[in-house]
C-alpha cells in the first residue's frame, strides 16, 4: 500500500505540475510522467491477465497521446518562436497560418487522453485496477484531455474547424456513453461511461466556446 501511496503522489505531483505550468516543456513532461506513473497504478496486480492487457493497451494510447501533443508543441515553436505559452497566445491573433494543423493534432490528443469515441474503450478495461485507483482515475487524470483544450483556448479560437470537431465528438460521446452505461453488468464499468459521457459533454463545451 505505501508503494501505492507513492506513485500516486508522484501521479499527482505530475497532475499539479501540468495545472501550473507556462512552458510548453514543462506541460509535455508533466503531460507523459503523468501517465507512466498511471501505467503503474494499472499493474498493481500484475499477475492478472485483464489488468496487463489494460494497461498495455492504455500505454498505447498514451504514447500515442503524447507523440501528437509533442508535434503540435514542436509546430508551435517553429511558428511562433518561444516556449512560454503567454507569448506564444499574444502572437496567436497575427499568425494565424499553421494553427489549424495544430488544433487538429490538439484535439486528436485531446481525445485520445479523455475517452472520447471511438477511442474510448480503454477506460472501461482499466476496472481491473483497485478501486482508489480507478476514483483518482475517473476524478483526475482523465480530466486532462479537456484541461489541455482549456488551457491552448486561445490558440484554438484561431482554428474554428478544431472547434466544430471537439463539439461533434463530444456530442457523439455524451449519447454514446450515456446509453452505453445503462447495458454494463457492473458497476465499476457503468461508471466508466459514466465518466466517458461527462467527458464528452466538457469537450462539447469546449468546441462551443
Known sequence: ??????????????????????????????????????????????????????????????????????TALILMHRQFGTWELERLFAAAPGNSAGLPLIGALIVACACLKSAQFPFHSWLPDTMETPTPVSAFMHAGIIN???????RLSPLLVHAPEALHALAVIGSVTAAFAAIVMLAQPTVKRALAFSTIAQMGFMILECGLG
Open 144 to 150: 486532462a484531455g479537456g484541461f489541455l483544450v482549456v
Open 1 to 70: 500500500l505505501s508503494a501505492m501511496e507513492a506513485i500516486v503522489d508522484c501521479d499527482l505531483a505530475a497532475v499539479l505540475l501540468l495545472v501550473l505550468s507556462s512552458n510548453l516543456l514543462l506541460v509535455w513532461i508533466s503531460w507523459v510522467a503523468m501517465s507512466l506513473f498511471l501505467h503503474r497504478l494499472l499493474l498493481h496486480f500484475p499477475r492478472r491477465t485483464g489488468a496487463i492487457f489494460s494497461a498495455r493497451k492504455k500505454f498505447v494510447v498514451s504514447r500515442l497521446a503524447d507523440a501528437l501533443l509533442l
